[in-house]
């Protein structure tokens, strides 16, 4: 593996994380999200702030900040520098981290430990100036590397000691956590840090929360010229917001304490991309007809016909590269040296077919299996319980059902197959799927051309909304 490329992505934030090395798939590529440093600041293209609470008080702090990285082999070391003021108040800080990383191939996981390098920070708040005399930090991450998302978590502690000209000395003790995810379509991290400032005003408790968001929302944008050769189509829309809270409880020296909640919000401009327009002829006054068009739009179909055939049979085939395409999951490439065709991994697929790879990257990352130990059946109809397997083991979530032995809540429960249930019991609880009027799952049922669509956007705006709420409003609301 390069480890040049690895580290590159894996700088974007402190809390180092790796994703898989996607190739775009279409003219978007994919989305990270980072917190600055453990400070719990926000930022934009042009801001950060921070709030500092060394002088027994809340003093908001805005300003620059660079971030610098240097890989060697398996090491990364970043570098922060900000420079930040408050009025006649200035703080200088440059800080020096160093990561070291350690893949699990065999696990689909990595892990990494970060400490700092160096250190250097002096912050002036009402003529008393605060040097930072050491700086100790000890900080480990875990990745979940799965085909559509990564899903990390790290745990820090930390130590800082400031001294002033008078020799008065503040010790900060801080720990914390962070949780985020990773994927085409959204990325959010979310990080918790309580600190404990000790001064000769006592002792003072903060507590900071800090989350960004990056998303792409698919919109519909209208074309209103009647003399047109096209109606509307669909834009890519790429959002980032950062949001920021801490809650104290200061000594204010006379035995009583100061206690509030201070909040920071940034946004970045968002970035609006134009998607190709569909022109089916087949899909007007269709119940599914936004649906197939946001996929055609996107590539996910690359149909050169002017009829979708919305209510025929989706096949295996061409269900499963759907799905690759429209969370953009990293395919093989074809070895530029090789004169003759690679054998294909089932006997009824073409490795000339200009998808097949998709296929095979599909296999090798455990998202389909064969219909057989030889036959992939590309063809047949697609069902609901192979289509729900293939999204829940491209989310990688599939371990998430109950000890085996559990009954779905489903009234036909015993016709699942036994290799479909924990997808579909996941999938029911995500909510990709839900029952018929009569509460049957019909796992055996073919899926159309416009179920299979829908479901698919069910699965982006699980990958875009689903997972921004559980990491970032379940995490700082509702806790």
Do not use: C
């Not at 697929?349 to 036959?375: C, H, M, R």
């Not at 699965?459 to 995490?475: A, H, P, T, V």
């Amino acid at each position: 593996m390069d480890m040049k490329k690895v580290w590159t992505r894996l700088s974007k934030n402190l809390w180092i994380y790796i994703s898989a090395l996607f190739i775009s798939l279409f003219i978007l590529s994919s989305v990270e999200a980072a917190s600055p440093d453990f400070n719990g600041g926000v930022r934009n293209e042009y801001t950060y702030e921070e709030y500092v609470f060394l002088s027994g008080n809340p003093v908001k702090f805005s300003g620059k900040v660079t971030i610098t990285e240097q890989v060697q082999k398996s090491q990364l070391t970043k570098t922060y520098r900000f420079t930040l003021t408050n009025g006649g108040n200035k703080l200088s800080r440059s800080i020096a981290y160093v990561t070291n990383l350690e893949e699990r191939t065999d696990k689909g996981q990595t892990t990494s430990q970060t400490s700092v390098k160096s250190y250097s920070e002096n912050i002036t708040i009402e003529n008393v100036t605060y040097t930072l005399d050491d700086y100790q930090l000890s900080q480990g991450t875990i990745i979940d590397n799965r085909p559509a998302s990564d899903y990390y978590s790290g745990n820090v502690v930390g130590r800082k000691i400031y001294k002033t000209k008078t020799n008065d000395k503040i010790t900060v003790h801080f720990s914390g956590r962070n949780v985020g995810y990773e994927n085409f379509w959204g990325a959010t991290e979310t990080q918790i840090i309580d600190y404990e400032i000790e001064s000769s005003l006592g002792k003072s408790f903060i507590t900071s929360k800090v989350s960004d968001s990056k998303t792409k929302v698919l919109k519909y944008e209208p074309h209103d010229p009647s003399l047109s050769s096209f109606t509307g189509g669909h834009s890519v829309i790429s959002q980032q917001n950062m949001i920021g809270e801490y809650s104290y409880d200061i000594p204010n020296g006379s035995g009583k304490s100061k206690t509030g909640t201070v909040h920071l919000n940034e946004e970045m401009l968002p970035i609006i991309e134009r998607l190709i327009v569909p022109k089916f002829r087949d899909l007007t006054g269709h119940w599914a007809k936004d649906n197939i068009e946001r996929l055609y739009s996107l590539g996910v179909f690359d149909e050169s016909s002017q009829f979708f055939s919305p209510n025929t049979p989706m096949n295996r085939y061409e269900f499963t590269v759907g799905v690759l395409k429209s969370a953009d999951i990293r395919v093989l490439e074809q070895p530029k040296k090789q004169r003759a065709p690679k054998k294909a991994i089932f006997t009824d697929l073409d490795p000339l077919d200009p998808n097949y790879l998709y296929i095979e990257s599909a296999f090798q990352k455990g998202v389909i299996k064969g219909v057989t130990a030889s036959k992939f059946m590309p063809k047949s109809s697609l069902t609901r319980a192979q289509a729900v397997a293939i999204l829940v083991r491209a989310l990688g979530l599939e371990e998430r059902a109950p000890n085996p032995g559990y009954q779905t809540n489903y009234a036909d429960n015993n016709t699942i197959p036994y290799w479909a249930k924990d997808s579909v019991y996941v999938a029911t609880e995500i909510g990709l799927i839900h029952g018929d009027g009569r509460n049957r799952f019909n796992s055996n049922q073919t899926m159309t051309r416009a179920e299979a669509s829908t479901l698919i956007i069910r699965f982006l705006n699980f990958l875009e909304k689903d997972l921004k709420q559980n990491y970032r409003d379940d995490m700082l609301f509702f806790q």
